[in-house]
């Protein structure tokens, strides 16, 4: 089982529509949770991080942690064209030495 | 500027050739880390370092080692590249009890 799983996609999702990513982990000790968002042939960025159960808000950005069934999720208000990447999420771990792990990462293509 | 900085951007070169790919940065943060992202594999941690005096190998280390010049400079070598090396190279640095890891451009590197 791999420590941090998402499903590749691609994941489509019309213009103005929600979209849901979502992320699985495995290390129950697993304390802080990243969601990135990679354009082509670029590096990654932070878009939101969030370590406590429930949601975080941040504009058209919703991060929801439930750390009860280890998974993690995205939520992507009134997507727009500009939102389609390739997003990335990573748990730090904190037991040793704190690191990021990061999982495959999920394609996500916004349709006009 | 750009407070992450990677060189070379792009490389071509052959089986068994020592190559050296180079990260600054100036962003003053102690912690620097070198992945590598192969498609569908997401990234993968190498090796990271949290000062000038501590290396850690991290979860693909074999076939790289690396050097910490100064607190900005963080370099990854091949000492004999392999064509199963062929992949995008990222640089991130973080600070002491960091939310983010800050990416470098990237280095695209292929091995013939």
């Known amino acids: 089982q791999k420590e941090v799983e998402q499903n590749s996609g691609p994941l489509s999702v019309p213009e103005g529509a929600i979209a849901s990513l979502n992320c699985t982990y495995s290390?129950?000790?697993?304390?802080?949770f990243f969601w990135y968002r990679q354009y082509s042939g670029k590096s990654p960025e932070l878009i939101m991080f969030?370590?406590?159960?429930g949601d975080k808000e941040d504009g058209r950005f919703t991060a929801q942690l439930n750390k009860a069934s280890q998974y993690v999720s995205l939520l992507i208000r009134d997507s727009q064209p500009s939102d389609s990447a390739t997003y990335l999420c990573?748990?730090?771990?904190?037991?040793?030495?704190?690191?990021?792990?990061f999982g495959q990462g999920t394609r996500l293509t916004i349709n006009p | 500027d750009a407070d992450v900085t990677q060189t070379p951007r792009n490389r071509i070169t052959k089986t068994g050739k020592r190559i050296m790919l180079e990260c600054s940065q100036t962003?003053?943060?102690?912690?620097m880390y070198w992945y590598r992202q192969d498609p569908g594999l997401g990234l993968r941690l190498i090796y990271y370092?949290?000062?000038?005096?501590?290396?850690n190998k991290g979860e693909i280390s074999d076939g790289y080692s690396v050097s910490r010049q100064a607190q900005a400079k963080f370099s990854l070598s091949l000492e004999s590249a392999i064509p199963n090396q062929t992949a995008l190279y990222f640089c991130?640095?973080?600070?002491?009890?960091?939310?983010?890891?800050?990416f470098g451009p990237g280095t695209r590197l292929t091995v013939l």
């Open positions: 370092s949290f000062d000038v005096k501590d290396i």
């Open positions: 290390d129950r000790g697993s304390q802080s």
């Open positions: 990573a748990v730090k771990k904190v037991e040793g030495a704190q690191k990021l792990v």
């Open positions: 969030i370590y406590s159960n």
């Open positions: 991130a640095t973080s600070d002491l009890g960091y939310n983010e890891q800050f």
């Open positions: 962003k003053g943060h102690d912690r």
